[in-house]
T-cell receptor, first 116, second 115 residues
Framework: AQSVTQPDIHITVSEGASLELRCNYS??????LFWYVQSPGQGLQLLLK??????LVQGIKGFEAEFKRSQSSFNLRKPSVHWSDAAEYFC??????????????FGTGTRLQVTL | GAVVSQHPSRVICKSGTSVKIECRSL??????MFWYRQFPKQSLMLMAT?????????EQGVEKDKFLINHASLTLSTLTVTSAHPEDSSFYIC???????????FGEGSRLTVL
């Protein structure tokens, strides 16, 4: 079965600074990979996803993520963080062998705090 | 983008009562819907997969008699927490997929508090 690890529970960055949130996965082949953002008391919004092809994926709100097979990683990055980016970020994995991109396993999340 | 709506967003009930949460896909037909439970400061745990017109598939450890799921139409799935107890208090989130295996769209979540 697939699994996801987000090593950082909580990260604080200054507004305007760059950001990298880490995500490592365990799966026997190339999985489907996702990053979601959740604001307090809200559902999840998809930032970006990787199914195949170009390993650098561009998403919404200026986010990007890079799939590195050798490191089993799919880290999320943003060159310049805005105060409105403060939220909980979840990395998720879907297993192609199940024939669906919909049944996902979520990491434990990283809470991003942005200081002004 | 596609919109998934949950209702109610917040509900408070007495111990022993049942609570129904609705999940609707507003602008597409959802062949599959998923129900998750999220404890404070924790990740989403998949509870069950709901397919229109058939029985839900529950994840290991989820009591199907406790958490009744009905997916009677392509735009509506309901989760009923039966005989709720304080330990059932949680944030419940649904998601819907337009196609089998397709991208997920999430609802806003429903916070259940059982007194």
């Amino acid at each position: 079965a697939q699994s996801v690890t987000q090593p950082d529970i909580h990260i604080t960055v200054s507004e305007g600074a760059s950001l990298e949130l880490r995500c490592n996965y365990s799966y026997g082949a190339t999985p489907y990979l996702f990053w979601y953002v959740q604001s307090p008391g809200q559902g999840l919004q998809l930032l970006l996803k990787y199914f195949s092809g170009d390993t650098l994926v561009q998403g919404i709100k200026g986010f990007e993520a890079e799939f590195k097979r050798s490191q089993s990683s799919f880290n999320l990055r943003k060159p310049s963080v805005h105060w409105s980016d403060a939220a909980e970020y979840f990395c998720a994995v879907g297993a192609p062998h199940t024939g669906t991109a919909s049944k996902l396993t979520f990491g434990t999340g990283t809470r991003l705090q942005v200081t002004l | 983008g596609a919109v998934v709506s949950q209702h109610p967003s917040r509900v408070i009930c007495k111990s022993g009562t049942s609570v129904k949460i609705e999940c609707r896909s507003l602008d597409f037909q959802a062949t599959t819907m998923f129900w998750y439970r999220q404890f404070p400061k924790q990740s989403l745990m998949l509870m069950a997969t709901s397919n229109e017109g058939s029985k839900a598939t529950y994840e290991q450890g989820v009591e199907k008699d406790k958490f009744l799921i009905n997916h009677a139409s392509l735009t509506l799935s309901t989760l009923t927490v039966t005989s709720a107890h304080p330990e059932d208090s949680s944030f419940y989130i649904c998601s819907a997929s337009r196609l089998i295996g397709g991208e997920l769209f999430f609802g806003e979540g429903s916070r259940l508090t059982v007194l």
